[in-house]
């Protein structure tokens, strides 16, 4: 077996630079856990980026997995396939909208939401987003994003698009109009520090809809799928958008993503304007029918209100005591964030030393992403282990 070291030089030999990776090689995972080479167990609080809702090693997930993969793993898209009906009709029925269009990833289905909106709006009329979201990193999805640092070496990106602040109603209203196509939200931003999106400000957007009759996207590829205690974000703000894009959990872990329009917009995009090859693979829908019914059939998004409400509450009591370190605590159910005052990678790493696996996004804020299945005694578990790294690191 090679060592750990010599994989990294490896990866390091062959792969481009593009991520850059924690210091441990994992050998497999177990429900909440994670394992590495040498055998130490991690509690992981990061789930793959949200992808990995159930956890390792899903019962349910694998026999799913392994009746498709007998069955057929691929058709392509010229042939009807069950999985994807059936997937399908679970999306619609949990987000009360029209039809679906299945893609690999978040970033394809915001790009097939965007041909959506030019097709229906036509070229001239803008496309809105907001400061800090994150909408993915191919041109489309680049260029609605709200950070410059990643962005700014790949000009020039699709025009008619627009940037406002997140959270700042006065803007909104003066910059909203009847030349405005599509908004893009995220009701909570991942990616950008798990900023919440204000009630005043959802409220508002959607008074400006019914004035100007633009379409509202609602980006819910790390927020959605029983994430935040409810099916998708915007379920805490009892509005409904006109689109939602997906992925991440939706495909158990293989690649995944969908947009989901409503009735309005379901007959914009016809035949040939847009497709995929891969899209709405048979293996992963079927994985992702096994992800939807657990969550939502079997209570686990109720747990997860539940249980997100006393986790965020002992973090905001951790917060207290280390108000040195500790500016604020964001997020809603298993969606949440702890703002340090100063860069969080290096915490993140002794976190890891002390086997907790989270993540530091925004450079100073703690992302939280529990596999949906954890219990109160990995949330205290948890706790007690990130209190023990606060107090190395505030002295
Ligand atoms: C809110 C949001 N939208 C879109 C994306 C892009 O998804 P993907 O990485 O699957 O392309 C991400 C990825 O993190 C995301 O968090």
């Not at 803007?171 to 109009?177: D, I, P």
Request: glycine share 8%; net charge neutral; hydrophobic share 40%.
């Amino acid at each position: 077996m090679a060592s750990t070291e010599n994989s990294f030089k490896l990866e390091e030999e062959y792969l481009l630079h593009m991520y850059k990776r924690m210091p441990i090689e994992i050998s497999h995972g177990e429900g909440v856990y994670l394992f590495s080479k040498e055998g130490k167990k991690y509690l992981d609080f990061f789930s793959g980026l949200a992808v990995n809702a159930l956890g390792y090693g899903n019962k349910k997930i694998i026999s799913a997995i392994e009746e498709q993969i007998k069955k057929y793993i691929h058709l392509s898209n010229y042939y009807i396939n069950l999985p994807q009906i059936k997937l399908a009709e679970k999306l619609i029925r949990y987000s009360w909208l029209s039809k679906v269009f299945f893609t690999n990833s978040g970033t394809e289905a915001v790009e097939a939401s965007l041909k959506l909106v030019r097709k229906a709006f036509g070229p001239d009329k803008k496309i809105i987003s907001f400061s800090n979201a994150f909408h993915g990193r191919t041109y489309g999805s680049l260029s609605i994003s709200g950070k410059e640092k990643y962005k700014k070496l790949f000009a020039p990106l699709l025009s008619n698009t627009l940037q406002l602040k997140f959270n700042d109603v006065e803007e909104l209203k003066n910059s909203v109009n009847k030349n405005t196509a599509a908004v893009y939200l995220e009701f909570i931003q991942g990616e950008g520090g798990i900023q919440v999106a204000s009630h005043q400000f959802v409220k508002k957007l959607f008074e400006l809809r019914e004035e100007y009759g633009f379409i509202i996207i609602a980006d819910e590829v790390q927020s959605g799928i029983g994430r935040t205690g409810k099916a998708f974000a915007f379920n805490h703000f009892n509005v409904k958008p006109d689109v939602i894009v997906l992925a991440k959990a939706i495909g158990g872990g293989l690649p995944l993503g969908a947009l989901i329009t409503n009735e309005k917009y379901a007959e914009v995009l016809q035949y040939g304007d847009h497709g995929s090859t891969f899209g709405g693979n048979p293996v992963a829908c079927a994985a992702g029918l096994a992800v939807l019914e657990t969550i939502f059939e079997n209570g686990l998004v109720n747990e997860v209100e539940i249980l997100g409400n006393y986790f965020k509450s002992e973090l905001v009591l951790t917060a207290q005591k280390y108000s040195s370190i500790i500016n604020e605590v964001r997020g809603i159910g298993f969606m949440l964030g702890v703002e340090m005052r100063n860069p969080c990678s290096e915490i993140v790493k002794e976190f890891m030393k002390n086997g907790l696996l989270v993540n530091c996004t925004n450079d100073n804020v703690i992302r939280i992403l529990p596999p949906l299945i954890s219990t109160k005694e990995h949330i205290d578990y948890f706790i007690n282990i990130f209190k023990t790294t606060l107090d190395k690191n505030s002295l």
